[in-house]
């Protein structure tokens, strides 16, 4: 069974950083975008950030400038480096992979950025 499982995530001060980390643990995962969302409490599910197979980047709202992702192929982990953290950073963070006939989150892990 495919499992995707999420780290790095905690409570950090405003300015401070983390570093996410989404560990899978099949061998599809290197072919598979694996994307970013996180979901605020009552709020939608939203789209961070996004990483193909090849490494090519896309960023969405806020995230552009302030957070990088990346991927280790040898270690089957994609991060997500999140610098300059703000309270509405916080949301639970989430990592998906999709490929053909592919498709797995994460169980989430919660970030929470203080004031």
């Known amino acids: 069974q495919v499992q995707l499982m999420e780290s790095g995530g905690g409570l950090v001060q405003a300015g401070g950083s983390l570093r996410l980390s989404c560990a899978a643990s099949d061998s599809l995962f290197k072919y598979a975008a694996v994307a970013w969302y996180r979901q605020a409490p009552e709020k939608q599910r939203e789209l961070v950030a996004t990483i193909t197979s090849r490494g090519y980047t896309n960023y969405f709202g806020s995230a552009e400038g302030r957070f990088t992702i990346s991927r280790d192929t040898a270690k089957n982990t994609v991060y997500l480096q999140m610098n300059g953290l703000k309270p509405e950073d916080t949301a639970v963070y989430y990592c998906?992979?999709?490929?053909?006939?592919?498709?797995?989150w994460g169980q989430g892990t919660q970030v929470t950025v203080s004031s």
């Open positions: 998906k992979g999709v490929a053909p006939s592919y498709e797995h």
